[in-house]
């Protein structure tokens, strides 16, 4: 079982890498750490409510359900590597850390997320059934359209 940092543990954790041609790691940091623009980049309609002091609810639209998530600043190292914690209605809490490296042609964008909950039903149909169908294709687009976002490339 995974640790999570400020106490208890994550259920299930997966990450996926992207490359940013010609991107600094300062750029990155400083569009994926400005939660205001997730928006720009979320793999479904989201409406984001800043509450200040690094807080920030979001109401995205999943298929036909809406929901809201409360969304918490948890570290913001710049340039390297940025962490929040997103309380969703619906799936539970998910800690996201953004880790960013120059790799000399631009930068190396790792996205990380762990999921919270720890209920059997969540431990075994995430791994199994939820991952492979729908959270890992959501990541992917999500970082396909930041990178695109980043090189100044169209969105489709």
């Known amino acids: 079982m995974l640790v999570y940092p400020q106490g ?3 259920v299930f954790e997966r990450e996926e ?3 940013v041609a010609g991107a600094s790691p ?4 400083a569009y994926v750490s400005d939660i205001s623009r997730y928006h720009e ?17 979001s109401y995205p639209t999943a298929g036909m359900a809406k929901h809201r998530a409360a969304i ?8 390297l590597r940025f962490t929040c914690v997103a309380k969703h209605d619906l799936s539970g ?17 790792t996205f990380r997320m762990q999921l ?15 991952w492979p169908l729908v959270g890992r294709p959501r990541l992917l687009k999500r970082l396909s359209r930041l ?6 490339n169209p969105l489709d």
């Not at 300062?26 to 940091?29: E, L, Q, T």
């Open 8 to 10: 208890g543990s994550a």
């Open 17 to 19: 890498s992207i490359h």
């Open 26 to 29: 300062g750029d990155v940091y």
């Open 41 to 57: 980049w979320a793999f479904e309609d989201v409406f984001m409510r800043s509450l200040g002091e690094g807080r920030f609810e």
């Open 72 to 79: 918490s600043i948890e570290t913001a190292e710049e340039p």
């Open 93 to 109: 809490t998910e800690h996201w850390t953004i880790v960013i490296a120059s790799d000399g042609k631009g930068s190396t964008v």
């Open 116 to 130: 919270m909950r720890d209920s059997f039903l969540t431990g075994w149909m995430q791994p199994l059934i939820f």
């Open 147 to 152: 990178q695109r976002r980043l090189e100044g």
